[in-house]
């Protein structure tokens, strides 16, 4: 049993094979949803990031590959980019030099949880888990990101006031995802 698992803490899950049965898997009657699609070649990848609300991410067609930090592993070596994005905590580190970094602070830093996706596969990346992902072979991937609805609107109210703060150059100054120019 993980420390996250002993703090009661949700953890991520995979489901191999699950899209065959889309129906069994259960979401909340008052969650709010949001959907992406991502569709990229061979090495196309997003760097270590944790999303605001949980995901719920179903392999459709090739292979793609999870690696998984828990909450706070970042933070604890100092790894939090400057970077702005408006549904994301971003990694300035990838989860091998967070891994590394806290070793050396500590008697051993964190587990990384490494896992390949096939086509019907379905990974749950609970909030605040940190995750990077590469495409294994080029791939088309389903998101559904979801919340219990309260909680998603005071989430909302306050990533618009950030985001409002962003749009005036308060916040975010030092590059961000949605203003190319912008970044660093």
């Known amino acids: 049993m993980s420390g996250a698992q ?30 992406s699609a991502w569709i990229g070649p061979t090495g196309a990848r997003t760097g270590l990031h944790h999303d605001l609300l949980d995901n719920v991410a179903v ?21 939090r980019s400057p970077r702005y994005d408006k549904w994301a905590r971003l990694s300035r580190l990838t ?18 949880l490494t896992v390949d996706l096939d086509p019907g596969d379905v990974l749950h990346v609970p909030a605040g888990w940190w995750h990077e992902v590469v495409n294994l072979s080029p791939g088309v991937l389903l998101s559904g990101f979801h919340g219990f609805q309260p ?26 995802t949605c203003h190319p120019e912008a970044v660093l």
């Not at 459709?60 to 690696?67: A, E, I, P, S, T």
């Not at 989860?95 to 990384?112: M, S």
Request: proline letters at 6%; one cysteine or more.
């Open 59 to 79: 392999q459709l067609v090739g292979r793609k590959r999870f690696r998984l930090l828990p909450p706070g592993s970042v933070q604890r070596v100092g790894g």
């Open 6 to 35: 002993k703090a009661g803490r949700p953890v991520p899950w995979v489901d191999r094979g699950a899209a065959g049965h889309w129906p069994a898997i259960r979401i909340w009657r008052f969650d709010v949803l949001a959907e």
């Open 95 to 112: 989860a091998d030099e967070v891994t590394e970094q806290a070793a050396h602070r500590a008697a051993g830093g964190p587990d990384v």
């Open 151 to 176: 909680a998603v609107g005071l989430l909302w109210m306050r990533e618009s006031a950030r985001h409002a703060a962003h749009r005036l150059g308060v916040v975010g100054r030092r590059g961000c």
